[in-house]
């Protein structure tokens, strides 16, 4: 069995990528057009393990954990037959 790697070795490979990293959260419009002057904020409390498979999982992607919230949020909407927004 391997070993898994550790966020510093993940963080490393990400770096050595060309591709830059993705930050939804700068980039993104709104659905109105406007800016990120609009949006609110969600605070969601979680454990340090899962804090740490996210920002894994979020590197294997080449993303950012708010990256992932957002798939996250519109894959919800999705599947509550919503349109996604997020």
Do not use: C, Y
């Not at 969601?44 to 708010?66: F, H, N």
């Not at 798939?71 to 509550?80: D, P, R, T």
Request: glycine share 4%; net charge neutral; no cysteine.
């Amino acid at each position: 069995m391997s070993r898994r790697r550790t966020l510093r070795e993940s963080l490393a490979a990400a770096q050595d990528n060309s591709a830059p990293m993705a930050d939804s959260f700068e980039d993104e419009t709104a659905v109105d057009g406007d800016t990120n002057n609009s949006r609110r904020g969600i605070l969601v409390r979680v454990s340090p393990a899962l804090w740490r498979e996210l920002k894994l999982a979020a590197v294997d992607r080449g993303t950012t954990v708010q990256g992932l919230m957002l798939e996250a949020i519109n894959a919800m909407l999705v599947k509550s037959n919503h349109p996604p927004i997020a």
